[in-house]
């Protein structure tokens, strides 16, 4: 039986004049993808999907690309819609992602409610993994925000930052056998 990984883009370059769904990958986050996508822990893949966020599909592609495979999109995957504040120094948006995850039954400053974004990414999750026919391993490549929701609703724990990964690129894995996540967040590379 085959794992779903759900892998979350690595660092980015920080562009306050786009779009943040536009962003593209930094120098560094371009090494450290191509660095997971040749690791042993990538080595069963038959299957990408990405959001369609520009640094989630480059690092989608990167991964894809080393085992000659298709990027599939799923536009449900994209990280929680903070476009009513646009992008928000790192200070002021740490602020902000605290009570994103701490009130997720509200609409903070405008963002998509916590809870919101959880059951879109939890259902995106369910059509992929009933779409996967158990032949190799599956990467979903995303964002951290998301990425932490959908691991509490696996998990069936409360929202809360404290399952938040500690950085850009990391990943969990899904076992459709156990059907449970075998471990929390792991960096994609060796830090």
């Not at 959001?51 to 000659?68: Q, R």
């Not at 932490?148 to 404290?162: H, S, Y």
């Amino acid at each position: 039986m085959s794992n779903i990984h759900f892998i979350t883009h690595p660092e980015v370059v920080v562009d306050p004049a786009k779009p943040v769904p536009r962003w593209c990958l930094s120098d560094k986050g371009i090494a450290r993808m191509r660095v997971f996508a040749a690791s042993a822990a990538m080595a069963e893949v038959r299957n990408v999907w990405a959001s369609d966020e520009t640094k989630a599909i480059e690092a989608a592609g990167i991964l894809a690309g080393f085992y000659s495979l298709p990027v599939q999109v799923q536009h449900a995957l994209h990280e929680n819609d903070r476009s009513a504040t646009g992008f928000l120094p790192p200070s002021e948006f740490e602020a902000m992602a605290d009570r994103f995850f701490s009130e997720p039954n509200e609409s903070v400053r405008g963002w998509e409610r916590a809870v919101d974004a959880q059951a879109r990414v939890l259902q995106a999750f369910q059509l992929i993994t009933a779409e996967a026919d158990g032949a190799g391993d599956v990467a979903i490549v995303a964002h951290g925000g998301v990425g932490t929701l959908l691991l509490c609703a696996l998990q069936g724990v409360k929202i809360d930052r404290a399952y938040d990964q500690p950085f850009q690129g990391h990943y969990w894995t899904w076992s459709r056998e156990e059907q449970r996540v075998l471990g929390g967040w792991q960096s994609i590379t060796p830090e």
